[in-house]
């Protein structure tokens, strides 16, 4: 399966700090997405990394993707309460396959 | 635009019923995928389309699952005779190209089979 694993399954944080989320896969992919979910809603695409590319930004967000380990991470840096939901790694073969995610929580 | 569009945005029925629910995809995109979500299970993929032709089917669960895609503006995921165990929230996604690219997800469906 190319499903990907998310480690921690659960973090919590004070606002301002930084937030660590690491998602490791088995297979080789096409690209690697990390998604958010707040609660009760449906899943939002934060930012995609293709298999040629290592690092990726967009505003607070920076992705990194080492495909000799099979491994991605997202940083949420100065986290705010807002930022807290739950954060999802997409792995891209033939299909898009989600992990089980990573709980975030941000205390104000 | 109005996004992935999917009704009833709740659904409470009982054990034996037929449930249908329907996803609105995005304008201009030419795949749609059913996704179902559970505590236990996760995100778990169950049908998905292009050009409104299933191509993989192979995480709808059994023979009471069934999908349709009659145009490129309408799906729908079908269960008969739905079972408490089905209960879970039920999402529709659509994308620009295969299966590869950025999903934009609807507001999900939310099932409980009692």
């Known amino acids: 399966s190319q499903q990907g694993e998310e480690d921690p399954q659960a973090l919590s944080i004070q606002e301002g700090e930084n937030a660590t989320m690491n998602c490791s896969y088995k297979?080789?992919?096409?690209?690697l997405q990390w998604y958010r979910q707040n609660s009760g809603r449906g899943l939002v695409h934060l930012i995609l990394?293709?298999?040629?590319?290592r690092e990726k930004h967009s505003g607070r967000l920076r992705v990194t993707l080492d495909t000799s380990k099979k491994s991605s991470s997202l940083l949420i840096t100065a986290s705010r309460a807002a930022d807290t939901a739950s954060y999802f790694c997409a792995i891209a073969g033939n299909m898009l396959t989600f992990g089980g995610g990573t709980r975030l929580m941000v205390k104000p | 635009d109005a996004g992935v569009i999917q009704s009833p945005r709740h659904e409470v029925t009982e054990m034996g019923q037929e449930v249908t629910l329907r996803c609105k995809p995005i304008s201009g995109h030419n795949s749609l995928f059913w996704y179902r979500q559970t505590m236990m299970r996760g995100l778990e993929l169950l049908i998905y389309?292009?050009?409104?032709?299933?191509?993989?089917d192979s995480g709808m669960p059994e023979d009471r699952f069934s999908a349709k895609m009659p145009n490129a503006s309408f799906s729908t995921l079908k269960i008969q005779p739905s079972e408490p165990r089905d209960s879970a929230v039920y999402f529709c996604?659509?994308?620009?190209?295969?299966?590869?690219?950025?999903?934009?997800f609807g507001s999900g469906t939310q099932l409980s089979v009692l």
């Open positions: 389309f292009n050009n409104n032709v299933p191509i993989d």
């Open positions: 297979t080789s992919i096409n690209n």
């Open positions: 990394i293709r298999s040629n590319e």
């Open positions: 996604a659509s994308s620009l190209g295969t299966g590869g690219e950025k999903l934009f």
